[in-house]
């Protein structure tokens, strides 16, 4: 099941340049805010920023010092300093195209099976660190991406203006939002055996149930803002309570020391926030349930607190547009919820035989510490 495919060298290499480009896009707008005297605007913007490259530059260096445990320690210093200065994604992308472009098209033209590494071990090497990535880049949506969605949504319904840099925000976080999800998944169902490739069809479903759920819950989120911040605040904070009890529950063994293991249960709760994920790929058809019915009410709540209580407010934006985007993309988003899970979702998760150390030594991986670091990220 693992194979790293042309076309996923093409997704790995678009994927640099929307990073790229997301980069320069959160400085831009960040320096408009600061031109225009909004300065608080601007600040937040920086620190989803700041926050979001310090995070996945921590777990980005852990995993290199677990996978490089016992080799040269000149190269964990080289790597350590790439990573102090924030550049540590970059590293792990260099890695990727390196073994991306020889299991895609080196090992697919020549088929030399004389060669020292033989090619079930290239395959494993290019989606190992293509998966590492992808878990770092789920940390950067949740962290970054989607709450500057909403600043940029609530920004717009607040003033009731809008401008190019505003609009090119929101389409780059709707870009991150939608690659990070579907590579993530693709990433998912590559570390499970005897699973189908995940094709174009359950990519739609699971990209639009994804996309649609989270655009609700922000647009849900912004008119709560609107009516007061602080209980946003007080909002926000107990869903990231409720999501960090829950991990603490599941007792997730993701991380080998304790302190990286607390920030990690830190950081799904505030993943928590915005979508489900299955933590310990176990089955969790009531948790699901639980989790998107709680945002229907909340949605459905503050949309007739709008109506008859704060009719004023409806004045002042256009509140039947968001209103109908909210309820639509709710109702689309839990529909595409419904099918995916009928016919596309993988119903076993991660076999130990699969991602056992013996496993991995006999196919002839030496390199990584474990096989299956995947095996024990959060899941959907």
Known sequence: TMKFTKQNFIFLVSGIIIYVVDIGVDFWVASKYFYLGQYSWSILILCFRGLSSLITQIFSY?????DWEGTDTGKLKWIFLVHLFQCGIFIRYWFALKYGWQAAFKQSSSGDASKPDPPSFIQKQAVDVVTDINMLRIFKTFLETTP?????????????????CQYAAIIMSFCGISISAVDY???????????????VLP?????????????????????ITLLSVRSSLILLIFLWICGFTWTLKQRTTFCKSKKMEYLYRTVVGIVLIFTFFNIKGRRTKVCLSIYYATHTVVTLGILFVYMFWKPSLIKEMHFTIVSILTILSLVLG???????????????????????????GKAGQNDRVEIGRFQNFIMQ
């Open 62 to 66: 852990e995993w290199f010092k677990n």
């Open 148 to 164: 500057q969605l909403f600043v940029q949504i609530y920004i717009l319904m607040e003033q009731g203006k809008n401008n190019f």
């Open 185 to 199: 998944q693709v990433s998912l169902r590559k570390s499970l055996p005897d699973k189908d490739e995940f094709h």
């Open 203 to 223: 990519k739609l479903v699971y990209l639009f149930y994804k996309l649609l759920t989270i655009t609700s819950w922000i647009l849900t989120i912004s008119l």
């Open 334 to 360: 839990i529909i595409f919820l419904v099918v995916y899970y009928r016919r596309f979702h993988p119903t076993a998760y991660g076999r130990p035989q699969a991602c056992s150390d013996e496993a991995d």
